[in-house]
């Protein structure tokens, strides 16, 4: 089974900047689209940023020119980075990917797995 863990949340000032990381591990077989999701409280889950296997990225509108999402295939890491950062982008932000796992058979899983997420606080 293959894990993500989220990290690099935390409070920063209304215009100010984070770095998200998101870590695959286990025995990761390949990772496809990996997607970054918010959440603010009482809303849904919502679509922030995608990157294909091949680094082509799509972004939410709300965050075009501020947030730029990127993956290291080597080491199995994606990142977004955040700029200008607007207290309405105050949420729990998780990553998520369609990816493969080698079971201890030998076998191939493919699913979708989630983070736990992390969570972004903007003050204003």
């Known amino acids: 089974q293959v894990h993500l863990v989220e990290s690099g949340g935390g409070l920063v000032q209304s215009g100010g900047s984070l770095r998200l990381s998101c870590i695959a591990s286990?025995?990761?077989?390949?990772?496809?689209?990996l997607e970054w999701y918010f959440q603010a409280p009482g809303q849904e889950r919502r679509l922030v940023a995608k990157?294909?296997?091949?680094?082509?990225?799509d972004y939410a509108d709300s965050v075009k020119g501020r947030f730029t999402v990127s993956r290291d295939n080597a080491e199995n890491t994606f990142y977004l980075q955040m700029n200008n950062l607007k207290p309405e982008d105050t949420a729990v932000y998780y990553c998520?990917?369609?990816?493969?796992?080698?079971?201890?058979?030998?076998?191939?899983?493919?699913?979708?797995?989630w983070g736990r997420g992390t969570q972004v606080t903007v003050s204003s």
């Open positions: 990157i294909t296997r091949g680094g082509i990225t």
């Open positions: 286990g025995r990761v077989g390949s990772i496809n689209a």
């Open positions: 998520a990917a369609d990816l493969t796992y080698y079971n201890p058979d030998g076998t191939v899983t493919a699913e979708r797995t």
